[in-house]
């Protein structure tokens, strides 16, 4: 539990929100019915066990956070407490309620325990990722998946983990669960549909110097191409599979159902980096909960892909 001041709300409220929920009780020391409520949330803070911070507002002292956030939600009694997700407040309720319905309100924002372990085996996995040790993030993406087989990012880095390792068979399996939301297409998942389309390539097999001969001999032979760009993926080969789909496109976008775009745009999926969240912004004295957009590293390969298709589509 930690008390907010107009000196620390950015870092132990806006920043910290980001990280997880902070939950933020307004009270005041003449309100009889917040000395009930303080001591219960404290015990609620313990008892989930580092699934929700508690952070306490003074309004007497911090008038200036605790009417804003008053007039936000159209409230003008204490106690008055703020769920903070993202940096950003989204829900709130008033009055000393009982245990079981503070429990309620929580279990609507708190993650559960496994998604808290999953989301921490995930970001070392990234870490591990990120320093070149495939090997040794494919065990923490397992246990991520184990745990919260609802977690499509870590189903996602799991599956192309396996497969940049080769181990084809074991990514079909941790991606037969996702199978069906991956072919949705009124609630599209790109990144999982992006995983489909490698696969699929696996299936495709093709002798590359044959099919480069028939290219040779036709340079329309969109079926050639099209099994070569396979073979390169399934070998990953990106850029490479990128330029034989670029050819196709550039010659009949249409061909075989836009299969060569749709192809082409799923491995840039697939090499693209999820955007971080984005920041809140907050100002000394004033609440400035606008979130700022994230800021994305480009990459300079990528982006030059991303142009040729546009060049070729336009």
Known sequence: MIDITLQNFEAELITASQQHPVLLDIWAPWCGPCRTLGPLLEKLETAYAGRFALAKLNSDEVPEIASQLSQMFGVRSI?????????QPVDGFVGALPEAQIREFLDKHVPAGEELEAEADLADAQDLMADGDLEAALAKLAHAVQTDPG???????YVKALLELGLV?????AFAPVAAKAADTLTPSP???????????FEAGGDPAALQAAIAANKR?????????QTHLAQQRFTEAMDELLEIIMRDKAWNGEAARKTYVAILELLTKPAPKPAAEARSGTLELAGKAAVVHCDPLLDQYRRKLSMALF
Do not use: H
């Not at 106690?79 to 940096?87: E, L, S």
């Not at 032979?221 to 760009?229: E, K, N, P, T, Y």
């Open 79 to 87: 106690p008055f407490c703020v769920m903070f997700v993202d940096g």
């Open 221 to 229: 032979d969109f079926d050639a191409r099209f099994a070569l760009a």
């Open 169 to 173: 068979q074991d990514a079909r399996a």
């Open 191 to 201: 990144r999982l549909a992006a995983l489909a389309t490698w696969l699929a390539a």
């Open 151 to 157: 977690n499509d990012a870590a189903r996602f880095d």
